[in-house]
């Protein structure tokens, strides 16, 4: 298991050190520094071993996290629990740096302590370790032994990731649909590759410990239940906002908060679970059937003479037209020896940008169904270099509202049988932002 | 830049408020004693501020030990906040001051009687981590009632108290009946506490492999599997990585627990997903493979492993090893994935060469043309490293899919175009590879590489380009002047370029003899006669000899016909592969190494095999049933490109004909080459008497005419070679002439050195006895109560004994001894209790001989050779440490095979040697050999070599590693130097020592 935890500055100066098994000494802390932190060569793994110690480092902004071992642990598990204890230190302290890792370090201790023993990661909820590990020091005498048992057994519980007794004037519900659609297509317009990642993010504000089920147009709970003729889905719990009128999406794979219980999603393919408070990740999924691509490049290069290309660039908005994308950006790219760029274009701003070797085309809003087009004249100088140039792909960057791999959110639904709401009290609020990942056109 | 500086400004501003790191600045003199005295202030928050200071400057190394007692007055508070601060002290410090720390135990003691569970639970997790033998007495009340405490959060802390007094005495845990209790909370109500009980007992099993510790069966399984649902996802990790070491009785055990492990795929956290995969991928080598369930799993692996490739790169290049390693097993389960490994412009570099491995694996003509494009856009990156690997990888692709092969040579020929030097050299090297695998196809690339021949500077690239000029030499008008050029600075090439430009030249000579002469005569008498390289020497003498006796059988061996490479390259070995994919998601499978090659001591030790359906129920661990395991069709397996070469030479050498068994018994290619020159030339150089029978040799004896001067036969024509060479007197004089200024240097190198190595003349004589080091005080009087304890190693026949003298200095009587070693390097151990059975007097003195064993705990210790060890007697437990003599641990079969100590000499490698000068000694060779071996450090061979007596030996340590030494002795030279090889080389250290001290008494 893990035998020590440090945490550096930029500078490799330990911020802090904390020792979990006999078999790290000291030296330890300056083999990582000498060999990772100050090697004269970036590195190149994110595991090191030096003299039969294993170091595994992460890196937030300027500040190094290691963990230390000499024994065959779970790799995995490490930087897992690396990013934990990010997340966890940057929930009680915001941005993790040097300024903010000194003046919490004994706060820092404190964590370490409890959700690392001997070595093992032990319960690492936020929500959880509020309860009991706070800035002002541990209420303890305060504590009356009921509040003391519910902290333990919130701790060890199923549901770790929740405390019980909170409660909102107001239960209210936020969901976000975020999805990066990855495309690269061929100059005739084939689509060489596509997918979709997406992550369904939630924040809850619901009192009580709520029973939530959620449900959106997976193609396989569709069709059991086009089968079964029974339809769970009332008029009112159809949260749908998407442009495109599929019925069902397939979904190549999916993975969730441990709050979700998966062995009832493998047997039923439901999701049901008791959220944490606040902001978190519910889901993450990748689709690569059926997706809508909501832009389309089309791009024309044509070589005049040696010393000049004309290109054409038209690009064709594929989706509702009540509906706005946002913040598009078209890159082009140009050659090396470009001297000179002219470009033309009917909508946004374009500009020719020598450092980057590019044509940057702006546009800051378009409505779906629409049309746009760019030509460039660009001149080149000549060279007696045999190398063609390699003519990367144009990219595109852009947000749209709407999810491009067509998922709608059916339900969720909220059940709290101790408290006095119902599912009709709870106000939920849904989102989809479709965002471009890797969206690249070949030319 | 900008970023940072902005963030600097933006954390001042944050500083401002918060103050704690105040902590760190304070580095005036006399901070101690400010300290000691705020320690001892009346005001709580003085006390904590400056406790915190202390813990602020401990962080950053400096020692304040000083402040022990005066930060232990400060645990007893009801302040938690500070609790928690001395105790980390304590944990720091306890180790450096044990009896202070005894200060601690009550309030201890008292903490784990708390009203408040986290109290509790604090308190006993504390303990636990001070390892001072006076207080983990104190920890067992504590603890035995903790485990059993009402409250689930104290329990589950406890359970891991368990593993952790186990590691600082793992007797005391047994004896206290303590895994009992752990192995009931397996069935503890709460899930967390199963599963910490879980992760304490895999580890304390660790270190007992023999033990039956976690006993798993059908009922426990059942309890895991349940807790597995309603655990934290760390609690899940333990647990599945806990489940991968039980073997299902039957294949539908094995497809029900596949089938409540299923749903973890769908974890967020990838680590619960990997040990997820893993019970799955060694469970379903019990599954017949015709059985529904057998693909609905293979199909339902895929698309996790799939989702890991976009979680964070560090997490993605675990994920990815772990993919490498079973496409290598299954490669079924990703064959249609091709794409997500494609590597994305921002992905670290890391992540980069780990996904080009994977493409390559994963290639296949149904995807050969993608995959082809993207390699050829990844060896136009910037990234050295990546390029030369994607370059490696076209080579690849060309060899794996044949279909390619014509595409992928077009592809790097274009390359070859770019001119970047290191594209160039990579591309040569997978150029020769691909003639390898489809001779007579695309030799006519030949002429544009040969364009290149200049550029190239690693010694690889060179290599590799002489083999090719030398294979096909007959296709290359100039092939000697090609070769003749690399010849110039023969000297300083490396010994692949030297060893390649010998026998292409020998084959350039065999395929065109007449122009080529000279350059043959060149290379063979710079290969012998000025080189010291013994490899490049003794391939020399073979060419030569084959060429001078019989010219026919030096064609069939240098020219024979090369089998070809196979397809897939930079498998895992079989055996390796399934130890591997049991350590699925761990360290193991990031570096690819089993456990016990960077895991010291017990741990890891045991070797993990899959156990397939035909296996028993037997438990994983035993090494036996990986027997049965079965692979179907198993890869071959052929060495990494890196090798690619050696073998090609070491083909070179083995006649397919009847030219003379091929030594089978050579367990590598070099030593090939010694075995055929210890077998086939020992009548030649063994007894120098004799006329070596090389017709040459009587011809003109003793010509001091250099090699080229000869005249060559002017009816000597090229048709006549061609037929029968062997019979042709033109062919003997002819050839006669070369090797004429061998007998001068054949007296001289060669008995000097072959044969003095090969046949060991004066080694034998006396045996000297074992040196034993005098007694030396271990224990001094003062240190514990009167107890004088010295004493020194013994080796005798093969047991090793630890003599000692106890002196009892004291007022009062001795007795109730006994004694207890630290884990140490070599896993010494007493083997049997101290016996002393009469009480010891004052100023009575008694001996006592300990005899030794060497299968006890391992821990490396510093120096290697140290030893602590503890005595108790009716007065007190005192601890000393002493250092043994590493010639103790020297086996009496130390003595290697001559041809195993060249090879293995050869193979490990050079940063393995370390050398070291023994100063004044005045032995002489066979004095020191004799010396020596009375140590069991024996003498292989004995060669002299201008006056300097070279000695070669062997030794074997009782943990298997062997230890090869090279002792350098001149005469009149009292200054020995000695080399030491050794594939643990921290050891060559205390080896030297030995030898000084061995060679100096």
Redesign the interface.
Same mark, same amino acid.
């Given at each position: 298991m893990i035998g020590g935890l440090f945490i550096y500055n930029h500078k490799g100066e330990v911020l802090i050190s904390r020792v979990y098994r006999d078999d790290i000494g000291r030296n330890a802390v300056d083999a990582f520094r000498v060999n990772v932190i100050h090697a004269r060569q970036q590195v190149r793994s994110p595991v090191t071993n030096i003299a039969r110690t294993s170091f595994f480092h992460v890196k937030r902004s300027n500040i190094w996290l290691a963990a230390v071992t000499k024994q065959n642990v779970n790799a995995a598990m490490v930087f897992e629990f690396l990013y934990k204890m990010c997340d966890v230190m940057t929930a009680y302290f915001g941005k993790i740096s040097e300024e903010n890792i000194k003046n919490n370090f004994v706060l820092i201790y404190e964590l370490l302590d409890e959700i690392l023993d001997f070595g093992y990661p032990q319960n690492s909820e936020t929500g959880a370790l509020k309860t009991f590990i706070t800035q002002q020091g541990i209420k303890g005498q305060s504590q009356t032994k009921e509040e003391q048992s519910q902290i333990t057994s919130q701790v060890t519980g199923q549901i770790g990731w929740r405390r019980e007794g909170i409660k909102y004037r107001r239960n209210e519900l936020f969901l976000d649909v975020l999805e990066s659609v990855n495309l690269l297509m061929s100059p005739q317009g084939q689509v060489l590759s596509a997918h979709v990642s997406g992550r369904v993010v939630m924040k809850s504000y619901l009192s009580g410990m709520p029973e939530c089920k959620f449900g959106m147009n997976d193609k396989i709970v569709i069709d059991k239940q086009g089968k079964g003729g029974t339809t769970e889905d009332t008029g009112k719990s159809d949260l749908g906002g998407g442009s495109s009128g599929k019925q069902s999406i397939a979904i190549d794979d999916c993975t969730f908060h441990q709050c979700v219980r998966l062995s009832k999603f493998d047997s039923e393919r439901s999701i049901s679970f008791i959220p944490p408070d606040g902001e978190y990740e519910l889901m993450r999924y990748r689709t690569t059937k059926d997706i809508i691509l909501p832009f389309r490049v089309i791009p024309l290069v044509r070589e005049v003479g040696r010393t000049k290309l004309e290109v054409k660039v038209v690009i064709k908005s594929n989706f509702k037209p009540s509906l706005l994308a946002q913040k598009i950006e078209v890159r082009i790219p140009t050659p090396l020896n470009t001297s000179g760029v002219q470009v033309i274009c009917m909508k946004g701003k374009a500009k020719y940008k020598a450092s980057e070797n590019a044509i940057v085309w702006k546009i800051k809003r378009m409505a779906g169904m629409k049309e746009s087009q760019i030509s460039a004249e660009i001149e080149l100088l000549p060279t007696n270099d045999k190398k063609k140039w390699a003519r990367p792909p144009i990219s595109m960057n852009f947000e749209v509202p709407f999810a491009p791999s067509g998922l709608k959110v059916r339900y969720l639904k909220v059940f709290e049988s101790k408290l006095n709401y119902s599912d009709h009290d709870v106000i939920k609020w849904v989102r989809y932002i479709g965002r471009s990942g890797i969206y690249e056109t070949r030319c | 830049m900008q970023e940072?500086a902005n963030?600097?400004c933006?954390? =001042?501003q944050? *500083?401002s408020k918060?103050?704690?790191?105040k902590?760190?600045t304070t580095t005036k003199k006399g901070e101690i004693f400010e300290l000691k005295a705020e320690l001892n202030s009346d005001k709580k928050e003085k006390k904590k501020e400056a406790v915190?200071k202390v813990?602020?400057s401990m962080?950053?190394?400096k020692d304040v030990s000083a402040l022990f007692p005066d930060v232990v007055n400060c645990m007893q508070t009801?302040?938690?906040?500070?609790k928690?601060?001395v105790?980390?002290y304590l944990m720091?410090y306890a180790k450096s001051q044990p009896d202070m720390a005894i200060m601690a135990v009550n309030t201890f003691v008292k903490d784990c009687e708390d009203?408040?569970?986290?109290?509790r639970?604090l308190a006993v =997790?504390t303990m *636990?981590?001070i390892?001072v033998d006076k207080i983990t007495e104190y920890l067992c009340e504590p603890l035995r009632k903790c485990l059993k405490d009402e409250?689930?959060?104290?329990r589950?802390?406890a359970a891991?108290?368990v593993?952790?007094l186990h590691?600082i005495n793992a007797q005391l845990v047994e004896d206290q009946g303590f895994l009992d209790t752990l192995k009931d909370l397996i069935s503890d109500s709460?899930?967390?506490?199963v599963a910490?009980a879980v992760?304490a007992l895999s580890?304390i099993a660790e270190s007992h492999p023999n033990s039956n510790l976690l006993d798993l069966n059908p009922q426990t399984i059942n309890k895991l599997l349940t807790a597995l649902?309603?655990?934290?996802?760390?609690g899940q990790?333990?647990i599945l990585?806990c489940l991968a070491n039980y073997s299902p009785r039957d294949d539908r055990e094995s497809q029900s627990i596949c089938e409540?492990v299923?749903?973890?795929l769908?974890?967020?956290?990838?680590?619960v997903?990997?040990?997820a995969v893993k019970v799955l991928m060694k469970f379903m080598e019990m599954l017949p493979k015709d059985l529904d369930y057998y693909g609905t799993l293979l199909k339902k692996l895929a698309?996790?492993l799939?989702?890991l490739l976009?979680a964070?790169?560090?997490?993605q290049?675990?994920?990815l090893r772990n993919i490498n390693l079973i496409v290598q097993r299954r490669p079924e389960i990703l064959k249609h994935e091709m794409?997500v490994f494609f590597v994305?412009?921002n992905d670290p570099?890391?992540v980069k060469?780990e996904k080009l491995d994977i493409m390559i694996r994963l290639a296949s003509q149904a995807n050969i043309a993608q995959v082809l494009a993207e390699l050829k856009e990844y060896a136009?990156e910037v990234d050295v490293?990546f390029v030369r690997k994607a370059v490696r990888a076209i080579g690849r692709c060309a060899i794996k899919v044949e279909q390619s092969a014509e595409r992928c040579v077009s592809t790097l020929l274009d390359l070859i175009q770019?001119k970047v030097n290191y594209v160039v050299q990579e591309a040569i090297v997978v150029i020769k590879d691909i003639f390898r695998k489809y001779p007579n196809k695309y030799e006519s690339v030949i002429a544009t590489l040969c364009e290149h021949l200049e550029s190239l500077d690693e010694p690889e690239a060179r290599a590799a380009m002489i083999w090719i000029v030398g294979e096909y030499a007959e296709r290359i008008d100039n092939a000697d002047e090609l070769l003749e050029s690399f010849l110039e600075g023969f000297h300083d090439e490396s010994t692949q370029v030297q060893l390649q430009l010998l026998t292409a030249i020998v084959k350039l000579f065999l395929k065109k003899p007449t122009e080529t002469q000279e350059l043959v005569q060149q290379v063979l008498s710079l290969a012998t006669q000025d080189s010291d390289n013994p490899d490049l020497r003794d391939r020399g003498y073979i060419y030569w000899r084959l060429l001078s006796t019989d010219p026919v059988a030096a064609k069939e061996v240098v020219l024979a016909e090369k089998p070809l490479i196979s397809e897939e390259t930079d498998l895992i070995e079989p055996t390796l592969l399934e130890e591997l994919i049991c350590?699925i998601?761990?360290?193991?499978?990031?570096?690819h190494k089993p456990?016990s090659a960077?895991?010291?001591g017990s741990?890891?030790v045991q070797h993990k095999r899959l156990t397939s359906s035909a296996g028993s129920g037997e438990s994983v661990e035993s090494p036996d049933t990986g027997s049965a395991a079965v692979s179907e069709a198993p890869p071959t397996v052929i060495p990494s490109q890196g090798d690619l070469l050696g073998d090609l030479l070491n083909l070179d050498l083995t006649p397919p004909t009847s030219t003379g068994p091929p030594p089978t018994t050579a367990p590598g290619m070099q030593l090939g080459a010694m075995d055929l020159l210890g077998g086939g030339l020992d009548s030649l150089i063994g007894d120098e008497s004799e006329p070596p029978p090389i017709p040459l040799r009587t011809d003109t004896p003793q010509s001091p005419q250099p090699p080229h001067q000869s005249p060559s036969p002017p009816h000597y024509s090229p048709t006549e070679l061609g037929g029968d060479i062997g019979g042709s007197p033109a062919m003997g004089t002819g050839f006669g002439a070369p090797p004429a200024a061998m007998p001068a240097s054949f007296n001289a190198p060669i008995s000097g050195g072959l044969d003095d190595l090969f046949d060991l003349g004066g080694g034998g004589g006396l045996t000297m006895g074992t040196y034993i080091p005098p007694k030396s005080v271990w224990l001094p009087a003062m240190k514990a109560k009167g107890l004088e304890i010295s004493g020194t190693f013994v080796r005798r026949s093969g047991v090793i004994q630890m003599e000692m003298t106890l002196n009892n200095k004291a007022m009062s009587v001795m007795s109730d001894f006994a004694i207890q070693f630290n884990r140490n390097s070599f896993g010494l151990a007493p083997a049997g209790p101290l016996q002393i059975l009469t009480p010891i007097s004052p100023n009575q003195s008694i001996e006592a001989a300990l005899p030794l064993s060497t299968v006890g705990p391992v821990?490396?210790m510093e120096p290697l050779n140290n030893l602590q060890v503890a005595v108790k007697n009716n007065i007190d437990v005192f601890y000393f440490s002493c250092q043994y003599p590493i010639s103790m641990l020297f086996l009496e079969d130390g003595k290697m095979e001559r041809q195993v100590f060249l090879a293995t000499w050869k193979d490990i490698p050079n940063e393995n040697e370390s050398q070291f000068q023994i100063k004044d000694c005045h032995l002489n060779s066979d004095a020191a050999s004799n010396k020596l071996q009375g140590s069991n450090i024996f003498t292989i061979a004995k060669r002299t070599v201008e006056g300097q007596d070279m000695l070669y030996q062997s030794m074997k340590l009782t943990n298997g590693i062997w230890v090869l030494a090279e002792l350098r002795v001149q005469a009149g030279n009292p200054n020995y130097t000695i080399s030491l090889k050794c594939r643990a080389p921290e050891v060559s250290q205390c080896v030297f020592q030995n030898y000084e001290t061995v060679l100096k008494n």
């Open positions: - | 940072w963030q600097l933006e954390n =001042r944050f *500083g918060m103050t704690d790191s902590y760190f915190k813990i602020a962080t950053v190394g009801d302040n938690l906040e500070l928690k601060l105790y980390l720091n009203l408040n569970p986290l109290i639970a =997790r *636990g981590c390892r409250d689930p959060y104290v589950k802390t891991v108290c593993a952790k590691d709460n899930p967390m506490v910490n992760a580890e649902n309603e655990c934290t996802e760390w990790i333990f990585d409540r299923t749903p973890r769908s974890h967020a956290n990838s680590a997903v990997l040990s698309p996790p799939v989702t976009s964070e790169p560090e997490l290049y675990v994920a794409k994305k412009y570099i890391y060469l136009t490293d770019t350590h998601g761990t360290l193991a499978s990031v570096y456990p960077f895991v010291e741990r890891g821990m490396k």
